[in-house]
């Protein structure tokens, strides 16, 4: 989030960063000044303008309403306040004039797997009104947090040398493995399934949406995938589908014939900003509905440069 602030040159008059009492004293740079590291209490946010939240879902839900009292108006990253009918869930490309109504002061970041699909399904949505979503991820493991990168390669290495490497942020190995998303949701489906149900919906301002979610995990670092097959209420075909968004905000389409190799991949969208859309065809048995292939950087439009981009709208 620092460095996505300095690369977009956002405003910044004065940064303060914020951390558990574990971080307090620790420095970083920014904009190549030293910064030091605050532990965070209720005082922090004295003259805080914007402040983004990213430390998990608990102290989301404990500080956020304290900087939003504070006069901050408050991004958070977490899952804390997604579903609050009080605070709008944005993402800039898509409905950023919800976040004019926020009666709470919060504005909540929507999830990573969510943001990247709203991106490229909107312009669709507004010319042929979705009716129904299937989507099945392949989301990396950086979407877990650093540990869980660090068990992908010191997995893959144990691995590769016969040595034994017992999962501990993963259920099973991720090396060499796929593994379903294992936090358990309602009706046999995992939780982060339901986010993208229900943060569809409320993005897009409309609940009679159907969405059929599979998420799993890949052994991939950084950058997630979906393959998503989408219904609209009138056929909505591949080639007017890639017109609608050759010129779609924050879409960079992959055009032209199929070719191998030459569809978005998260190895090409690590570290850049758009969301990458490919692979758009008709269904072969249902006329009038389409598939699409679906990447980008979790960590940067599916969270940090979201959040910032808010500010930046704001
Ligand atoms: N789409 C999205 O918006 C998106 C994407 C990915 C993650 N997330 C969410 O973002 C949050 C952080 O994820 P992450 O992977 O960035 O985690 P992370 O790498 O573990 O970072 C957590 C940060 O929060 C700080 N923190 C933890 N407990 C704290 C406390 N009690 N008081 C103050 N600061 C505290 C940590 O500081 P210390 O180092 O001092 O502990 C650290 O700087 C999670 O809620 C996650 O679900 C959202």
């Known amino acids: 989030m620092v460095r996505t602030l300095e690369q977009r040159r956002f405003p910044v008059k004065k940064l303060v960063l914020l951390a558990s009492k ?11 000044k030293t ?11 004295a003259g805080v303008d914007i402040a983004l939240f990213s430390a998990g879902g608990s102290v989301s839900k404990e500080y956020c ?18 579903m609050d009918p009080d605070v709008p869930l944005v993402v800039p490309e898509v409905n950023m004039e919800h976040a004019a109504n926020r ?13 990247q699909m709203m991106v490229a399904l909107k312009p669709l949505h507004d010319a042929a009104r979705i009716k129904h979503i299937v989507v099945s991820t ?5 979407g877990k947090g650093h540990a869980a990168v660090t ?16 999962p501990k942020v993963f259920p099973s190995p991720i090396a060499f493995n796929v593994v379903c998303d294992w936090k358990a949701g309602d009706m046999d489906y995992s939780e982060e399934e339901w986010k993208m149900v229900h943060e569809t919906r409320k993005i897009l301002g409309d609940q009679s949406i159907l969405v059929s979610p599979t998420t799993v995990r890949v052994p991939v670092v950084n950058g997630h995938s979906e393959a998503v097959y989408v219904s609209f209420h009138r056929p909505l075909h591949a080639a007017e589908a890639k017109d609608l968004l050759r010129n779609a905000e924050g879409v960079e389409l992959t055009d032209g014939p199929y070719a191998p190799g030459k569809h978005p991949q998260p190895i090409d969208a690590a570290g850049k900003d758009a969301v990458y859309v490919g692979r758009v065809r008709d269904d072969i048995g249902v006329p009038g509905t389409i598939h699409l292939f679906v990447v980008a950087d979790n ?9 910032v981009q808010i500010a930046e709208r704001l």
């Open 22 to 32: 574990r971080s307090a004293g620790q420095t970083t740079t920014f904009n190549g």
């Open 35 to 45: 910064v030091t590291i605050e532990e965070l209490t209720p005082a922090s946010f």
């Open 65 to 82: 309403p304290i900087a939003a009292a504070a006069g901050a108006t408050v991004i958070d990253n977490s899952s804390a306040w997604r």
């Open 103 to 115: 009666p709470k002061g919060i504005i909540a970041n929507p999830n990573c797997s969510t943001i």
């Open 138 to 142: 392949y989301q990396a493991t950086s």
């Open 151 to 166: 068990e992908l390669e010191e997995q893959t290495q144990a691995k590769l040398s016969g040595k034994d490497y017992p």
């Open 299 to 307: 960590l940067r439009k599916g969270a940090a440069l979201n959040a």
